[in-house]
């Protein structure tokens, strides 16, 4: 099992990193992706990606847009470790908190996305109250032969059909999928879902049985056995196989052989 999203190299962590690693390996959770919000973020990912064989991403998130460089393709080529970046992110639009104005949150978006497209690398995506925007930037901008995730997606069936169906994303599903009643998607319209379970440590709850984020339990069985209640027949089970180097893993975003082909091909992008 794979965790594509935790921020383990969070100064929250500095007390007992090793020892949440290796539970987290204990339970079955083969590698994580650490994954950066800015550039100071990114750099401790990485840092720790290199001290705990783990993989990082490279990315500033849209709370930290406001503050992001202007000469970001310099700045993540500096950051750049083919060993173990895997990704970009966490990127994406976020007009719940709006830390930084919209039309700054999507320029920045369009940028990372076209950095993403130039190094072949897979995308994070982080969305909350911005989907029409969100998709609209996708369309313009996102390139999804090298694939992604959106994680701690809570949206709709509708939505999840058009990130999965039209973009041939993954769905990052996190604890909220086991409070009951809190999630509901038609399982009859998730049959094409693909989906990554997630914990998105330390901030989002991994599951109800996790006391809280400081807790450092690692729960994860009760949110990989909530799955099946989302899943229709043809819905796949969220495991991918570990692959052990950044190369390889890279691969693990992209659609499966075999899953329908996205509708969407990238036309070319606003930023070169
Ligand atoms: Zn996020
Ligand atoms: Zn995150």
Do not use: W
């Amino acid at each position: 099992m794979i965790d594509t999203h935790a921020h383990v190299h969070d100064a929250k962590f500095d007390a007992d990193r090793s020892e949440t690693i290796a539970r987290a390996r204990a339970v079955g959770v083969e590698q994580i992706v650490l994954v950066g919000c800015d550039l100071a973020d990114t750099e401790r990912a990485i840092q720790c990606a290199r001290e705990f064989s783990l993989h990082a991403s490279i990315g500033i998130h849209p709370h930290e847009a406001a503050q992001a460089p202007e000469d970001i393709v310099e700045r993540f080529d500096a950051l750049y470790d083919s060993k173990h970046v895997v990704a970009i992110g966490e990127i994406g639009l976020d007009y719940f908190y709006t830390h930084s104005p919209p039309d700054v949150q999507q320029r920045i978006l369009r940028e990372q996305l076209a950095y993403a497209s130039t190094h072949r690398l897979p995308t994070i995506f982080h969305q909350r109250d911005a989907f029409e925007d969100f998709i609209g930037i996708l369309r313009e901008a996102y390139d999804p032969t090298y694939g992604g995730v959106v994680h701690c997606f809570t949206g709709d069936s509708v939505q999840a059909s058009q990130l999965v169906d039209e973009f041939g994303l993954r769905l990052g599903i996190g604890g909220v999928l086991t409070f009951k009643n809190d999630y509901a998607m038609p399982s009859e319209k998730s049959a094409s879902m693909r989906s990554c379970s997630k914990p998105t440590a330390p901030i989002l709850p991994r599951c109800r049985y996790a006391v809280s984020a400081t807790s450092r339990r690692i729960s994860l069985t009760p949110l990989v056995d909530s799955l099946p209640n989302l899943r229709s027949a043809s819905m796949r089970r969220s495991r991918v196989p570990t692959r052990p180097h950044a190369r390889s893993f890279r691969h693990s975003f992209r659609p499966r052989k075999g899953a329908p082909a996205p509708t969407h091909r990238k036309s070319g992008c606003a930023i070169s």
